[in-house]
């Protein structure tokens, strides 16, 4: 009867800790408990993230979801700022998730985890209207003599680099304002997500979006999650499903592109 008491005490012990490994704490409890989703963005991508200076207030379609999501939590967002080249460590230690027209790459995805996909997009070029022809394949652009130049820390010199081996490569730091390179004769071209080009073509009379609906590239965006947390990535993914569904996910694109 001892022996039976005991195999019985086993039993139930190991299968409560099997339940526990099953159900373990999600980032989904957390921000539900603590009321307060904390987001990371970069605010300088338009139409995704965007804030004037180092203090101004974030806006954007990014901005807009993270509110969105926030609100679906009974939560308030909280924005950190930071940088492409600093977006993965940060990520980690300071946010809930991230969002700022992050591309979703496999190099990412070995570190964090992703929604489903959002938007597909790709690299597009952009340059000044009178130089369209000159611009419009990789082919043409990676020559001796093109000036390329790109934000640094993100998917845009990583393409840039990958894909332009002969044309001279320039770094700029702040997204902000990097196409008044082109637009003042200080660079050629730049290669950015086509959503973006298409609004910066309306920003900066002067510059063109260079077929942005046949981009160089194929990309997909998504919203930057906890690797392994899979119910805090199945609510997140149903609530942007929703917001597809119910068009609001198509009202706060329209509204972020004017």
């Known amino acids: ?99 700022s027209g992050i591309s979703v790459t496999l190099a990412r995805q070995r570190e964090v985890g992703f929604s489903q996909p959002y938007l597909v997009n790709g690299k597009a070029p952009i340059a000044r ?3 369209e022809g000159k611009y419009d394949s990789v082919a043409k652009i990676n020559q001796p003599g093109t000036r390329v130049v790109v934000n640094p820390g993100g998917t845009n010199e990583k393409f840039a680099r990958a894909s332009f081996d002969k044309a001279e490569i320039s770094l700029f730091p702040d997204n902000r304002t990097i196409f008044r390179e082109i637009l003042e004769g200080r660079a050629d ?29 194929y990309g997909e965006m998504g919203i930057m999650l906890p690797r392994g947390d899979e119910a805090f990535k199945a609510y997140v ?8 569904a119910t068009g609001e996910f198509a009202g706060i694109v329209d509204a972020n592109m004017k």
């Open 129 to 131: 209207c009178e130089d």
């Open 1 to 99: 009867m001892v022996v039976l008491r005991t195999l019985l005490v086993s039993a139930l012990l190991t299968a409560s800790s099997l339940a526990q490994a099953a159900d373990p704490q999600s980032r989904l409890d957390d921000v539900v408990a603590r009321k307060v989703l904390n987001v990371c963005a970069t605010g300088d991508y338009r139409p995704f993230s965007y804030r004037e200076g180092d203090s101004g207030e974030f806006s954007g379609i990014d901005i807009d979801l993270a509110r969105s999501l926030a609100k679906s939590l009974d939560a308030e967002p909280v924005f950190v700022a930071t940088k492409w080249s600093d977006l993965l460590a940060d990520f980690k230690t300071k946010c809930d998730v991230a969002l």
């Open 237 to 244: 993914d149903q609530w942007l499903h929703l917001a597809k």
């Open 189 to 217: 071209v730049m290669v950015a997500e086509s959503v973006e080009v298409k609004l910066q073509e309306k920003l900066h009379p002067g510059l063109c979006a260079i077929n942005p609906d046949e981009p160089l590239q």
